[in-house]
């Protein structure tokens, strides 16, 4: 069935179209993220580089853009995925195509990072804390002994910070199948309903609910398993399905304009109980955790979803008014964005390990780290977009000319 007859017997459901505006809250999320793992060397909690002294305000400030990061990452990631499978779909690229095309897109940098610049930061880890003397080349076999995490292991199986690659993918697989039956036209007029449903004032506040009880659930009894990004696994997934939902039927579109204002409100009141949480309640919350039931982690829970939730609206709100149009900017940094993201900690780690021996303050430390990093992943950038292999191994589209070398193609001779 053609989209004009979708489009009629299901008038909200999203057709084909294109959202800029989801290409720049990714960007702009990347380098938030960069941003955030600038300040880790500084901070109150354990990192893979310590600076002699450490602030541990950074941790609290920080809580607030973890707060929002990752929710805002995998939203855009489940918006992102309800798009690219329509349009797949139009190309008749779906099942075993469609996974294999997500496994090249993520699985490809994600392993070659795993034996190559992920094990730099072992390395450089290793030898600041004293555990290993010795160069780079040495160290490489030792790379493979153990896991890391466990007994001293350093394999890094996680990636480090490319774990949000291996998640995604996994994440693809456990919905693929939920997301293509929710797609098909005979379920659009349900799911509709279900939206309209959210159409009453203050429903939409629904949503952080599950999150709130996962995370509190999460504090109270899973402490051994850790966190990605300050959230649990289960809340992160949770979040990847609502973003497919709001972009699947367009009354989310005039449900999100219409709570803007009140979520604005309400994420600055949650924001600031939050403050006063972390001021007052630091330790409880970060160094030394109670065990068990805890008044002050229900608190802190609960308002750090709704915070993460009201923010996520403002911010889908603003980026589709403001943001969802076409410039050459998008074009150049929406193609640069994912290896920006598998280069970007290997660079600060590199320059860090440096930087965190000078004897000068904690914000020239961090601010030579930034610039220095930023510096050194824009040339790496502009190198890699040049070659059609590394354009693959990190997970960029291949092109037939690229950057400087159509400068080089023959021209034809019109005689």
């Not at 979040?239 to 939902?245: A, R, S």
């Amino acid at each position: 069935m053609d989209s004009n007859s979708d489009s009629a017997s299901v008038p909200t459901f999203t057709l084909l179209e294109r959202r800029y505006d989801i290409d720049w809250l990714r960007i702009i999320a990347i380098f938030l993220v960069f941003v955030y793992h600038g300040t880790r060397f500084f901070d109150a909690e354990d990192w893979h580089l310590r600076n002699a002294e450490t602030n541990p305000m950074i941790t609290g400030y920080m809580s607030f853009l973890t707060a929002i990061g990752m929710p805002l990452f995998f939203t855009i990631a489940g918006l992102g995925t309800f798009y690219a499978m329509g349009f797949l779909e139009a190309r008749e690229i779906k099942g075993r195509k469609y996974v294999l095309l997500r496994f090249i897109r993520l699985m490809i940098p994600f392993s070659v990072g795993l034996v190559t610049h992920i094990t730099l930061q072992v390395y450089l880890e290793r030898v600041n804390t004293g555990v290993f003397s010795g160069s780079f080349f040495e160290f490489y076999p030792d790379y493979f002994n153990g896991l890391y995490g466990f007994n001293g292991g350093n394999f890094a199986f996680y990636g480090h910070h490319l774990w949000f690659l291996v998640l995604l993918f996994i994440f693809t697989l456990l919905t693929y199948n939920l997301f293509n039956f929710m797609r098909k036209e005979k379920r659009r007029k349900g799911l509709a309903k279900f939206a309209k449903f959210f159409s009453i004032p203050g429903m939409i506040y629904l949503f952080p609910l599950p999150l709130f009880i996962l995370e509190f659930i999460y504090t109270m009894f899973l402490t051994d398993i850790p966190r990605f990004g300050g959230w649990n696994i289960i809340s992160l997934l949770v979040l990847y399905i609502y973003g497919f939902i709001l972009a699947y039927d367009k009354q989310f579109k005039e449900i999100i304009k219409k709570h803007v204002k009140a979520s604005l409100i309400i994420g600055i009141l949650s924001g600031v109980t939050l403050g006063i949480l972390i001021n007052f309640k630091f330790d409880e919350l970060f160094i030394t955790p109670p065990e068990g039931f805890s008044y002050i982690i229900l608190l802190f829970w609960f308002f750090r979803t709704i915070f993460a939730w009201s923010w996520l609206i403002v911010i889908l709100y603003a980026g589709e008014k403001y943001l969802n149009k076409e410039s050459k900017a998008r074009k150049f940094l929406n193609e640069l964005v994912l290896p920006f993201y598998i280069l970007h900690q290997t660079l600060l780690i590199v320059i860090g390990f440096f930087i965190i021996q000078l004897n000068i303050a904690i914000i020239w430390k961090y601010l030579i780290i930034i610039s220095s990093s930023l510096i050194g992943i824009l040339l790496l950038l502009l190198i890699i977009r040049e070659f059609n292999s590394l354009r693959f191994l990190f997970g960029m589209r291949v092109k037939k000319e690229k950057g400087l070398f159509r400068y080089f193609r023959k021209e034809k001779v019109i005689e």
